[in-house]
């Protein structure tokens, strides 16, 4: 005899009829309960013993069989559907073995009661048993809500044993059980219970099989409309996962589907990992979804620890998005993890030692995967894990090792393997400290260390990652390098997590950013954020998010883009007290993370909708270093920043625009050009439009003469700065810079003044043969001086022009004593510029003198001066006067200091800008004299004129008085300085307008510094006095020598004869 359990559905007018044993009595049951009123379903299981032989027989019934009886006109019902579900088989033993027909499985009870039943399609049971029952595999669970907003919630409601609760129970099951039991397969609803919010209702329905879509979302319409709440629903069991391996391999890929009925479009993927909340599941580095009419799919390429957990898929109507059809699927992945292997001590000794103990750890992050752990090189081995701080666990084995005095290190390795035998291991080289070994003793926490090894700690238990300090050197003792830090704060490695994961596809940007941002501006205000690690993770959050907003088309509006946190992170990690964090400790060249920085706010930046972006409150998008406008004005209209960027946009050729200021991310970039060195501004502006937009910006850069500025770019093809469509503006506009394209932009400051060529060696060519010139006039001077000095203006003109020599010659040597100041003693510097500025200064007052004493011969033809006074004056003049002068500069400038009075790269005076610099003190004097010197030329040239003008003259005449003009000008010029009036123009052309600068440069240098050459020739050979009576000197020289070879030749003939 064997047993079947039956299921069937019946199409009845309200009321249910209890489960019972024999069929017969059944069917007459259902119909005697019918009762008028609207169809419902009810599902009722029985069962039915029937002989072996009979089975065929009445399987091919059951199969066929629809009952539909009316018991009067109000009362009808109909019995559909009627299925095998169980098979049982009673044995000679007294047993029953029963077995669940295909798309069925074990009850809920059966599982509980009879665990070993549960994951098995046949089960032993004792007799009698009448709850061995299989159910369909297919069954649908609904999970409901209802909002009712005219009732107000009490504490009552949370008892269940209340009055007031058990109404509620009453009142709105009568309420969905009719209209929710009309669908196909429905077996029961509860009420599970309120809260608050005004009257919040959860229940429960089963439903044995599959429904219409389209009939749930009727009835649930229907309740809506004839009841006073509002009703969400997620259904399980409409939608459906096809079960995968139960084991994924790690690192691996997998897919996994999701289906649906043909009503359903809008799908969506989540994930849950443990009791965390869920994330929603979409494209990134890892996971990408692919949806169809039929089906929707998630795709993971890489199956680690992140993706070990519950996807779930959920499908709602485009009919109403209250109700929720949703399927999970539970992927076990076989894990592998990340080792970090450490040995206690780092470095044994063997000094005084036969053999050493050693413990080794291999630390790995604790999850639910049981490893196999093996060992290679140790002796003693703890494979149970010793659980550690931070969610850590560590597995142990401890070595004990001999000395050997060839022995430098050993090798121990531990080996993991996971449920799919999938392994790996990592290998630790420990360093022996033998007896000649050169170590580092212990120091400030560190343990002793061998030479030219790397010593390792933890970091404090807010951070993660490791510090490190290598030990080297030879012979006794070593020596410890520098701390290098690995350490990040713990909520910053946690924020980048987070973020990575949105980069993965787990989870969707929009919804995540306000609050990575908000935590990114919590830490980046930490005290703790100055060192390099915390830097570069604070960047990298910024560069992930910036990536997972390009995977997930992220764009934003001033709605739902957290600005003020995102600013206030971004502004932060620029503050000056991090200036020293930008860069690992020992690599100052490295710019990769300002670089990375500046892409990735710009990018997210640019990811913000200009055309919805505020634009009237711009104070909420400004911080202390960083500023954004959006314009969207005239494009005529300047755009200034704050005053504290010192940067504005004068014009640009688009409507609308994005323009973002940086202040001090400007050194953290690289400050070279075309490999020349330069100064950076401090300030970056990007720049984000129209790519062919032309842009006119105004730095508030201050520039140093004879500097150039240029007007650059990054170029992110050739990872550089580069002027390629932007011009500056001139000396004339030092602030602006005009470019044909947007980007980053800055500009940038040559670190050293324009370089002539062959300017320094062609002034010391002069200044050698100034030398030698002034010192031959001196001897020309002390040779000629009797035979042309012989009169007042002849003794006034010679005794200036010795004093002229004299001190032109001191200052050009002082000038070559120190050729290279940075190479010559440190001392000599300040004694040399006072020389230099006192000889120059007397050399030009006694020019003066000169000029003075001209000027008077020439006006006061018939008034001589007197000699006592005339040399007085001109000695006050000469030396008394450049001495006070001097003497005050000295005071003034700081008493003489470097960098105040004179500057310890040149040796001379500084020069800071028009009206600034202890140069003033030099120029002012020698520009004044040189002007009184022209004047005085002048007046001399007036009166070659004069009878000219007066009389008339001949062409020979006109000749003579040109030629005379000629004349004067060359004999006076060197001698009164006039050519210093070059130094004026040199100091009003700046070196960047060219060529008109360089002309004069050259002319200036060429000048004065041949000055003594010219002297000699104008002041000495000029003059016909000192040239007769050079003649006359070394003719008669030569003529005694003559004479008395002569006398000496006439003595010797008449010898002979």
Not at 826 to 847: G, I, S
């Amino acid at each position: 005899m064997g047993e079947e359990t039956y299921c069937y559905q019946e199409r009845k007018s309200c009321l249910k009829m209890k489960s019972c044993t024999e069929f017969i009595l059944i069917l007459l049951g259902l119909f005697f309960k019918a009762s008028s009123g609207e169809n419902s379903t009810q599902v009722y299981y029985f069962e039915v013993h029937i002989e072996a032989g009979a089975y065929k027989h009445f399987t091919d019934l059951i199969s066929t069989l629809t009952l539909d009886v009316n018991e009067s006109v109000n009362s009808s019902a109909t019995v559909q559907n009627i299925s095998i579900t169980t098979e049982c088989n009673r044995l000679n033993t007294g047993m029953v073995n029963c077995s669940c027909n295909s798309g069925y499985s074990w009850s809920e009870e059966v599982c509980r009661n009879y665990s070993q039943c549960c994951n098995q399609n046949e089960c032993m049971f004792y007799i009698p048993n009448l709850r061995a029952m299989c159910l369909s595999n297919n069954k649908v669970l609904v999970n409901g809500s209802f909002i009712v907003r005219d009732k107000l919630f009490t504490s009552d409601l949370t008892d269940p044993g209340s009055q007031q609760y058990k109404e509620f129970v009453q009142t709105y099951t009568s309420q969905l059980e009719p209209v929710y039991s009309t669908l196909g397969w429905f077996d029961s609803l509860m009420i599970t219970g309120f809260r608050q919010g005004s009257v919040i209702g959860g229940f429960v329905m089963l439903l044995t099989a599959p429904f219409e879509v389209a009939q749930l979302e009727k009835t649930t319409t229907q309740l809506e409309k004839n009841n006073t709440f509002k009703i969400n629903l997620t259904v399980t069991g409409i939608t459906s996962i096809p079960q995968i391996q139960q084991l994924v391999p790690y690192n691996n890929n997998v897919s996994i589907t999701c289906c649906k009925p043909e009503e359903l479009s809008k799908s969506t993927w989540s994930f849950q990992k443990d009791a965390q909340p869920s994330k929603y599941i979409t494209n990134g580095t890892e996971a990408s979804v692919i949806s169809n009419s039929q089906n929707t799919t998630v795709y993971i390429s890489k199956t680690t620890e992140v993706w070990k957990g519950t996807f779930i898929c959920e499908y709602k109507s485009d009919q109403s998005d209250s109700i929720t059809y949703r399927a999970s699927l539970y992927l076990d992945i076989a894990l592998l993890p990340q080792i970090f292997i450490i040995s206690e001590p780092q470095f044994p000794s063997c000094k005084g030692q036969t053999s050493v103990d050693i413990k080794v750890q291999c630390i790995i992050p604790n999850t639910t995967e049981n490893y196999t752990v093996t060992w290679m090189g140790s002796t003693f081995i703890n494979n149970k894990p010793e659980p550690l701080q931070n969610g850590l666990i560590s597995y142990q084995a401890l070595i004990s090792t001999s000395c050997k005095k060839d022995s430098e290190w050993f090798d121990v390795t531990c080996k993991f393997v996971n449920r799919l035998n999938q392994t790996t291991n990592t290998t630790l080289h420990i360093p022996v400290i033998q007896e000649n070994s050169t170590v580092c003793k212990p120091h400030n926490g560190w343990p002793q260390a061998k030479a030219n090894f790397t010593a390792i700690k933890f970091c404090d238990p807010n951070a993660v990652g490791l510090q490190k300090r290598s030990c080297t050197g030879y012979g006794i003792s070593g020596n410890w390098g520098n701390v290098i830090s690995e350490c990040v704060n713990r909520d910053l490695r946690d924020l980048l997590n987070d973020a990575m994961d949105l980069q993965r596809g787990l989870g969707i940007v929009e919804n995540n950013a306000a609050n990575i941002y908000s935590r990114l501006k919590q830490s980046t205000e930490q005290k703790s954020i100055n060192t390099f690690p915390n830097v570069n993770e604070s960047v990298e959050v910024l560069h992930i998010m910036h990536n997972a907003s390009n995977i997930q088309k992220s764009k934003w509006n001033s709605t739902f883009f957290p600005f003020q946190d995102f600013l206030s992170s971004s502004s932060n990690l620029l503050n000056g007290s991090l200036n020293d964090s930008w860069r690992p400790v020992g690599n100052d060249g490295n710019y990769t993370l300002a670089l990375k920085y500046l892409r990735a706010v710009e990018g997210i930046i640019n990811q913000t909708n200009p055309i919805t972006a505020p634009t009237t409150d711009m104070s909420q998008l400004q911080q202390d270093n960083v500023q954004i406008i959006y314009s969207k004005s005239d494009p005529s209209t300047p755009q200034t920043f704050s005053s504290d960027f010192g940067v504005s946009v004068t014009g640009i050729s688009s409507n609308v625009s994005v323009q973002t200021a940086f202040k001090n991310l400007g050194s953290k970039l690289p400050n070279t050009l075309n490999n020349k060195e330069t100064v950076q501004s401090g300030i970056i502006l990007s720049v984000i439009g129209d790519k062919k937009t032309k842009i006119s910006v105004e730095y508030n850069q201050k520039r140093l003469p004879n500097h150039e500025m240029y007007c650059v770019y990054w170029d992110d093809i050739n990872s550089q700065w580069s002027e390629k469509g932007c011009k500056w503006g001139g000396v004339s506009k030092p602030e602006l810079c005009t470019c044909d394209h947007l980007s980053a932009f800055t500009i940038l400051m040559a670190k050293d003044p324009i370089d002539l060529k062959y300017m320094e060696e062609l002034t010391y060519a002069g200044l050698g043969f100034s030398i030698v010139s002034l010192t031959l006039c001196l001897v020309i001077e002390f040779l000629v001086w009797n035979a042309v000095v012989k009169t007042n203006i002849a003794h006034f003109r010679h005794t200036v022009l010795v004093n002229i020599t004299v001190c032109l010659l001191i200052a050009h040597c002082s000038f070559l004593a120190a050729p290279v100041p940075s190479a010559s003693p440190p001392y000599w510097c300040l004694p040399l510029t006072v020389m230099k500025h006192f000889c120059f200064l007397a050399a030009f007052f006694w020019m003066l003198c000169l000029s003075l004493g001209l000027l008077h011969q020439v006006i006061f033809v018939f008034v001589h001066l007197r000699k006592k006074v005339y040399l007085g004056l001109c000695v006050f003049l000469g030396y008394v006067c450049p001495f006070v002068i001097v003497i005050v500069t000295f005071i003034t400038y700081d008493n003489g200091s470097t960098g105040s009075y004179y500057s310890s790269e040149t040796c001379w005076l500084i020069y800071e800008a028009a009206l600034k610099g202890s140069m003033h003190a030099f120029l002012f004097p020698v520009f004044i004299i040189v002007f009184v010197n022209m004047f005085t030329m002048v007046v001399v040239i007036s009166r070659f004129l004069k009878p000219t003008l007066s009389e008339g003259s001949s062409h020979d005449d006109a000749k003579e008085v040109v030629r005379s003009i000629v004349k004067t000008i060359v004999l006076l010029t060197p001698t009164l300085g006039i050519t210093w009036i070059l130094g004026l123009f040199v100091l009003m052309l700046d070196l960047t307008t060219a060529p008109y600068a360089q002309i004069v440069n050259y002319a200036f240098t060429f000048f004065n510094s041949f000055q003594g050459f010219f002297i000699l020739l104008t002041g000495c050979f000029g003059e016909k006095k000192v040239r007769d009576a050079l003649l006359k000197r070394f003719g008669q020289q030569h003529s005694v020598n003559y004479k008395s070879e002569s006398s000496s030749r006439i003595t010797s003939a008449t010898k002979r004869k």
